[in-house]
């Protein structure tokens, strides 16, 4: 079953330049499948698509998830809502509301399936706090049920993210740099997290990365963009140093940042010391 069917996806936001240029893919029920792509590639911007929360231009193209086209030359349709509900989406950081415990949090994930008012007041039932506890626990840290969100480490955070996916019972995740300001230590956990629900539960996945060692060792798949464009879409196993060079030239370096490996090394652009300052103060 495909689960995502883009063509033609065009998408600006000034008129000089397209963030998303002719973009056309396909992917199937059961796949993860990693984004990547150097900074401003139209990683996000595609995700967001995806997830609904963004138009395409008049001519641009067509979005359908799990068979329901959710839009076609930049007119959201009318079954779009009623596919948000099966899809998940994770974002690099403001996941979760920090002044609520984490289970409220992850409850939240259900309120697309309760009633509008029950939602509203945030009433849940007991079997739906169990189903959140469930959840918690699947991704490990159901003893911090009850601390506030914002009393959780980043990549606590995440794999509280993905509980509320798994309560929502989401078919599709969207997780756009989901370990971008992580430690290597809580990456690996946050990707484990999102592997499991992948492969125990056959949700399928597409997880934007910076790096390019985590979309090997996690997905088979990766598709690489560089300037709006699909510019490789294939096994991972592929992406090999020379040809990321190949394909990213001067950006190759931001691609190879090893998560494994946390050897200091220089970023892509000069900073000044007065960047420093600012960052420090
Ligand atoms: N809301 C917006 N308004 C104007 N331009 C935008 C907006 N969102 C994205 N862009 C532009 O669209 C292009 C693609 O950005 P996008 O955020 O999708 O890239 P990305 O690959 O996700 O980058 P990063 O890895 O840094 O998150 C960039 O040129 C960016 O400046």
Redo the contacts with the bound molecule.
Sequence with gaps: MLVVDISGLN?S??RD?R??NNVRLQVREGEMVALI????????????HIAGLLRGDRDGGKISVFGETIQENGKISRGARKVRADIGVIF?QFNLVSRLTVLTNVLMGMLGRVPAWRGSLCMFTKSERMRAMTALARVGIDGHATKKARHLSGGQQQRAAIARTITQGARLILA??PI?SLDPASSRKVMNTLDRVNREDNVTVIV?L?QVDYAKDYCKRTIA?RD?EVVFDGPSSQLTPAFLQELYGEYSSELFADGSDDTAKPVAEPVAKKDLAVATS
Excluded: N, P, V, Y
Excluded at 37 to 48: H, N, Q
């Design positions: 998408k936001f000034s330049k963030a998303l792509g150097a900074s401003g590639s139209g990683k996000s911007t595609l995700i967001r690099q756009d740099e971008a934007s910076h963009m709006g």
